[in-house]
């Protein structure tokens, strides 16, 4: 059979086998030696689940109609069946457009009229096709036989209590089995149809048996009768679901997004200036505390999820990093495993190059690190497993998933029209028929991923924008680039389209500000970088966003004349940037603090001198053989000098000076010369161990040393007990088997054991590396464990399997 | 871009560009929602509170219609999460509401039963419900009216007062307004207040509140009941509601230390109200004295605790709160607006001013530089004494003599708040003083004197803060206050706001102590005028002390 569907393969022309590559890319991963080999890994189950994953609702719906219509001897069907068991619920130009997809996929093969389903299907998929149980011949015969007389069927079904009938309809709409509660009792309903055999109890071996009771399925037949009315396959939808949420102006969308986007950029500036202030330590478990979140979120005056989205985004952009206490970023030597390093979170150089772009290209970065870390957002601040809460850039919120649902739901919104404003729960029912095979599970993450363009001004009043749209096609497609391999990290220098359609929706940075007399200071618009630069050094801000608000205090001018700036400069600035008059109060606030500024001189000395006598000291400064000290007057009655006090007062001396040294106090210290002498030895006489003669072992090294060579002891003597395979399998390879197939047939032999309980020779190897036998009674077999109990010393092994080498029944 | 007057910002502050063409049109729009918090020259600013978004829903504006006038004057984008905030917030005014029903009287009901649920189990109103009706009406005894909507207030889920009001006992009371009218502006405040039942007006000082009170009072005819500060500003009421109502002298009753008369309108003080002996407010019966069918509060920034809560217990009446700021320095703004009710009506100072309704003023900051000893005084006093120890230097007393003499026409009062130093000043310019001990009395004496301007200048303590009515106070000369109050500034600049006969200019003087903790409070009383559009003109005492300067050209 594979060499047939391996022959229809190569029968295809080059284009046809293109198109097949384009649709199923993973087949050529690494590319196969011949069409043998493509032909085997189109068969595979991995590459078939994946290519399921991509196909829509209805064309897994129409494959499903294909596996039911499939003939009970051949196993083949065909596309009039497939019509034909869809019925009138389908249009058959659509069914024929879904079949000829699953024909291209090479799902389906051979001919028309012969089509057959690569094997693969069935083990991948539901047992169930569309929600249908079984046919009853193959459940049970009484069954079966209620079955083939129809009209008996049709009447069974219809005496059905209403309680009954409640259960048979849940059913009928899949999936078709269901679980009878635990406690042996069945509830009057179920009991009533299994008596009629409409129900088939059923333990199945293709499932795990289930802790709360035993299974009842509904036979195919039975669910088909039921289905009358909506047709075999329940409900078509040949058309993704249009989503009816409103529909609101492109223009007030953008507007709206930009804004955001604008916003997006500030919080995470603020939040990044609040951490360079404050750096935040990272926890052991890795990631930011939850109190660090909250104190940044509040430094922001931003909700803590938002607050955890940007960070985490900042964080992928590169803006943000870990470094050690001390302020030295991690080098890629220093581990975290270390462990002696407290760590904390700071920005990074990146970010000051980033605070350099324009606004729209800091959102850039930001969107694009979003859209690509493999992180989940909404994760944080919900608890684990473990129940602790999840923290941001901590381990627990990775999710390799992520990318994929972002731009899985930003791509079904950039499928509506522009400004549509769908409603989640729409957009996840759009994905869900998109690809639903793919879509279960990731409702979550598409949720996240919608939370997070909205946090972001990606999407704007619940619409994708302009800029947001472009973004989200910027990103190299992964289907034709399945290794990443692209030009995705080689983009052209110089601005990309969703950067210069956000530049045009922003304002334009201005250059000027209002002064009041309340002091203060309104930049009408988003400043420029320079004047940024100023206004946060003179004037503290109040009040940020579109345009800024700062105030003038004491506090923030004093802070511009301790960097330089003079009262004139101050004046200068205020006079040149405002449009309006400089208010009187401004220019006198200015004057005082410039008045007072510097009235205190603070300064740092190696010693001092003081003298009640104002002509000594005078003395002192003019002799010029003290010129080295560098003496300066403080006061009339105090120098001071940059040497030590040791220094200043042998100079001092030296130079026929009587001075006293008075320590803090202001009392007088007096000091006799210290007697230098060099470390302390010890005498060679009192060396200990120093007697000649081999070294005495003692403690822990002797007892390995001794169990070194009781464990060769008893793995001779186990060797010598056990049969020659086992035997052989230590250490060497048992001739006309690989080792592989060695440790399968080790493998086969345990299972048998465990159910015969019979004891096992079994051979493996140590935790030293030592290869051992040992006869045990394997217990049980599971969970990369064996059991077994050893009937000589009456304990319980347990054995990795992967260490097993070898198992040999005992004759 | 629009490039609109207006720019949202993310802290929810609204910058409005004051000379921007649409300005006015913007200033409409966003009144009814954005409370005004600053109005210097140029940029006026407004803030979006819950408060103010409540306040727009009650008077029937919808979220939509505030994001679009957000969006129209907005120069900017306007962030996406700010709107949404809008909307959520102004959606949770009036889920619930408390009516009267027919059979159970006073009930809560839910138009959310969620909400109901959620706020039916929060510990802060334990004890206010009473039995659930059905799924959405829960009873509320009549008495914790006023503390439920105080305690939903704080929940976040304010509840639409519908109740009703009673109308009390009918009383006949019209405006005599022979030879005078109402202002507009003041019709607009009464007309705002009726339609809403209860609310609070907010006006300058000078602009009339007292005529809004009036006014009130002959929309409503009804008994009144009108709570004051202090035993003047009573007699001051008194006086003008003689003068511009059909009331007559008989009509009315003083409710205070000295007398107690219950009249069809009574005028009572906070502090007669709050007074207690053993630890029991005795003068509470008050309040059901009467059928009341209004309560005029004076001065509503100046409310005593005590007084929220007899007012929460007065639900049932209608309430009218005056003031000329909302700014509690207790931050108490939230129960204002619970139990008194929402602002009806607020006009920046400026506009009151530019239609001449209050007189125009030049404010002015005397920096006088302490003597080398009373700087080395200062330099070594304890924290706590270094303002007092400023501001009541004695070379500020030569400075006041010197600006009495710049206006020696001029009727003028003298503030401060040390005793001590007012007796030096009343010394220095023999001037008499009125001070918390003076008698009533003397002071209508006093008062009097200084109103027919036979005396010129008048030395007052902190009792002068509040509603003496001095018409013809031109000059206010500030020496000391009570540290960096704000309200307290805007109150004393209010002394000399009252429109003078002539138009005159009306001059507001600081004098402070340069480069001590002086100037820093002073700094920070003048930032509510400052934010009202008043800006302070910095002299040097020097200037003010030595001669003028000769003409050179």
């Not at chain 1, 069907?77 to 699953?102: F, N, Y």
């Not at chain 1, 210069?500 to 500000?513: M, S």
């Amino acid at each position: 059979m594979a060499t047939a569907f391996a022959d229809q393969l190569r029968s295809l022309t080059d284009d046809a086998l293109g198109a097949l590559i384009q649709l199923r890319p993973d087949l050529v991963v690494p590319v196969p030696s011949d069409v043998s080999a493509l032909a085997v890994r189109a068969q595979s189950r991995g590459s078939v689940a994946r290519c399921l994953d991509a196909l829509d609702e209805f064309t897994l719906a129409v494959l499903d109609a294909a596996r039911l219509s499939r003939a009970a001897e051949t196993a083949l069907t065909s596309v009039a069946a497939i019509v034909e068991l869809a019925g009138d619920t389908a249009d058959p130009v659509d069914l024929r457009v879904a079949i000829d997809r699953l024909r291209a996929r090479f799902l389906l093969h051979g001919p028309e009229d012969a089509l057959q389903i690569v094997g693969a299907v069935d083990e991948v998929t539901s047992p169930y096709p569309a929600g249908l149980g079984r046919p009853a011949d193959y459940l049970d015969p009484q069954a079966a036989a209620l079955c083939a007389d129809r009209a008996k069927l049709r009447r069974a079904v219809l005496a059905a209590p209403p309680g009954a009938r409640a259960v048979l309809d849940r059913l009928a709409a899949g999936p078709p089995v269901g679980a009878l509660s635990s406690g042996g009792t069945v509830a009057e309903p179920v009991r009533w149809l299994i008596d009629q055999h409409i129900l088939v109890p059923v333990s199945e071996a293709g499932r795990a048996p289930r802790a709360d009771g035993e299974l009842v399925e509904l036979p195919r037949e039975v669910g088909l009768l039921l289905r009358r009315d909506s047709g075999p396959l329940g409900r078509l939808r040949p058309l993704p679901p249009a989503p009816d949420g409103p529909v609101r102006e492109p223009k007030s969308v953008d507007s709206a997004g930009a804004g955001q986007a604008m916003e997006a950029v500030r919080y995470v500036e603020t939040l990044l200036e609040a951490l360079s202030a404050e750096p935040a330590a990272v926890l052991k478990t890795g990631g930011l505390g939850v109190r660090d979140l909250k104190r940044l979120a509040r430094a922001a005056n931003l909700d803590e999820p938002s607050a955890g989205l940007l960070i985490e985004a900042a964080y992928a952009a590169g803006l943000l990093g870990e470094a050690d206490a001390a302020g030295n970023g991690r080098g890629v030597t220093a581990s975290r495993a270390s462990g002696l390093v407290d760590e904390i979170f700071l920005p990074t150089g990146g970010y000051d190059l980033w605070r350099a772009l324009s606004i729209a290209q800091r959102w850039e970065a930001l969107a694009n690190s979003w859209l690509a870390m493999t992180r989940q957002p909404g994760l944080i601040g919900q608890r684990d497993d473990r129940d602790r809460p999840i923290n941001p850039l901590a381990p627990d919120a990775e999710r390799a998933g992520a990318p994929q649902a972002r731009r899985e739901a930003l791509a079904a919104l950039a499928t509506l029209a522009p400004g549509a404003a769908p409603r989640a729960d729409e957009v996840l029912e759009l994905l869900a028929w998109q690809a639903p095979r793919r879509a279960r599970g990731r409702e979550a993450a598409h949720r996240d991923a919608l939370a997070g363009a909205a946090t972001l001004g990606v999407t704007g009043l619940g619409a994708l924008t302009s800029y947001g749209r472009l973004v989200q096609s910027d990103e190299p497609p992964t289907d034709s680039d399945p290794l990443g391999a692209g030009p995705g990290g080689a983009r052209a220098p110089g601005a990309s389209n969703a950067v210069r359609t956000l530049d045009a929706l922003l304002p334009a940075p201005v250059d000027h500000v209002l002064v009041q007399a309340d002091l203060s200071v309104v930049v009408p618009g988003p400043p420029e970088p320079e004047l940024a630069a100023e206004l946060d050094v003179v004037a503290e801000p109040e009040s940020a966003g579109g345009a800024s608000v700062y105030r003038v205090t004491s506090g923030s001018v004093r802070r511009a004349l301790d960097v330089g700036y003079t009262a004139g400069d101050l004046h200068g600035l205020f006079r040149r940037r405002s449009r309006t008059p400089v208010p009187q109060a401004l220019t006198y606030l200015i004057d005082d603090s410039a008045r007072k500024h510097g009235g205190l001189r603070a300064g740092s000395a190696g010693s001092y001198l003081r003298s009640d006598d104002e002509a000594l000291i005078a003395e002192v400064l003019a002799d010029r053989r003290l010129g080295p000290l560098a003496l300066r007057r403080l006061a009339p009655t105090v120098l001071c000098s940059p040497v030590q006090i040791a220094r200043l007062l042998g100079a001092l001396r030296d130079a026929g000076f009587a001075p006293v040294a008075e320590d803090a106090a202001g009392s007088a210290v007096l000091a006799r010369p210290r007697v230098r002498r060099a470390v302390s030895r010890t005498p060679v006489s009192s060396r200990l161990g120093d007697q000649a003669g081999p070294p005495l072992l003692a403690g822990p090294r002797l007892a390995g040393v001794v169990e070194q060579i009781r464990r060769g002891d008893v793995a001779t003597r186990a060797a010598r007990r056990a049969p020659v395979t086992v035997r052989a399998a230590n250490g060497q390879q048992v001739p006309g088997l690989t080792s592989v197939q060695a440790h399968t047939q080790a493998m086969a032999v345990l299972q048998q054991a465990v159910r015969d309980k019979a004891r096992v020779w079994v051979g493996y190897v140590d935790s030293h590396g030592a290869t051992l036998s040992r006869l045990v009674r394997p217990v049980s077999l599971s969970a990369g464990y064996l059991r077994a109990e050893d009937e000589r010393t009456e304990t319980l092994h347990t054995f990795a399997l992967h260490r097993i080498t070898a198992a040999v029944v005992e004759e | 871009m629009t490039g609109g007057p207006l720019i949202v910002q993310s802290d929810k502050t609204l910058l409005l560009e004051v000379d921007h063409p649409d300005a006015q049109a913007c200033r409409m729009a966003i009144a009814p929602f954005a409370e005004l918090e600053r109005s210097p020259e140029h940029v006026h600013t407004y803030r979006l509170t819950p408060l103010g978004l409540w306040n727009a829903r009650a008077a029937g504006h919808d979220a939509e219609g505030v994001v679009d006038s957000l969006i129209k004057f907005s120069r900017y984008p306007v962030p996406h999460a700010l709107l949404v905030d809008v909307a959520e917030t102004m959606d949770r005014y009036g889920r619930l509401q408390l009516v009267n029903d027919p059979s159970h009287g006073l009930v809560l009901r839910g138009l959310d039963k969620i909400v109901l649920v959620e706020v039916a189990k929060s510990k802060k109103l334990a004890g206010m419900l009473g039995a659930r009706l059905d799924d959405e009406t829960i009873a509320v005894h009549a008495s914790e009216r006023g503390r439920l909507k105080q305690a939903l207030l704080k929940l976040g889920w304010p509840a639409e007062d519908l109740a009703g009001y009673v109308d009390g006992e009918a009383h006949e009371i019209d405006l005599a307004q022979n030879g005078w009218t109402l202002r507009s502006y003041q019709q607009e405040a009464v007309d705002g207040f009726w339609a809403g039942g209860s609310g609070v007006v907010v006006l300058p000082c000078g602009a009339g509140k007292t005529l809004v009170g009036a006014a009130a009072m002959a929309t409503a005819k009804a008994t009144t009941l009108i709570l004051v500060t202090n035993t003047v500003a009573g007699r001051q009421w008194k006086r003008e509601l003689v003068a511009r109502t059909s009331l007559t002298e008989d009509e009315i009753g003083e409710y205070s230390g000295e007398r107690k008369e219950i009249r069809p309108v009574t005028i009572a003080t906070y502090q007669v109200l709050t007074s207690r002996r053993g630890g029991a407010f005795t003068h509470l019966d008050l309040f059901g004295a009467r059928d009341w069918g209004l309560v005029i509060y004076d001065e509503v920034h100046l409310l005593p605790a005590p007084i929220f809560r007899f007012t929460a217990d007065l639900q049932a009446r209608r309430r009218l709160g005056l003031t000329a700021t909302l700014v509690r320095e207790d931050g108490r703004e939230g129960d204002v607006f619970s139990l008194i009710g929402p602002k009806r009506y607020d006009a920046p100072w400026k506009d009151i001013e530019a239609q001449g309704w209050i007189a125009p003023a030049l404010c002015t900051e005397v920096r006088v530089t302490l003597t080398d000893a009373e700087r080395m005084t200062y330099a070594v006093t304890e924290a706590e004494e270094r303002y007092r120890v400023a501001a009541t230097a004695r070379t500020k007393l030569p400075v006041v003599r010197a600006l009495l003499d710049r206006h020696p026409d001029e009727q003028v009062l003298v503030i401060g708040g040390y005793i001590d130093q007012l007796h030096q000043l009343g010394e220095y310019l023999d001037a008499p003083i009125v001070q918390g001990s003076t008698t009533n009395k003397e002071r209508e004496r006093l008062f009097d004197e200084f109103r027919s301007g036979s005396l010129k200048t008048l030395v007052i303590s902190k009792v002068g803060n509040f509603s003496i009515d001095l018409p013809e106070a031109a000059v206010a000369i500030q020496v000391s206050g009570t540290f960096g109050s704000r309200q307290e500034e805007a109150q004393r600049l209010g002394r000399v706001l009252r429109p003078k006969a002539d138009g005159r200019q009306a001059h507001f003087y600081t004098v402070v102590s340069r480069d001590t903790i002086d100037t820093e409070y002073a700094a920070h009383r003048q930032r509510f005028l400052a934010e009202q559009g008043y800006a302070y003109t910095i002299v040097d005492a020097d200037d003010v002390l030595g001669p003028p300067l000769p003409q050179v050209d």
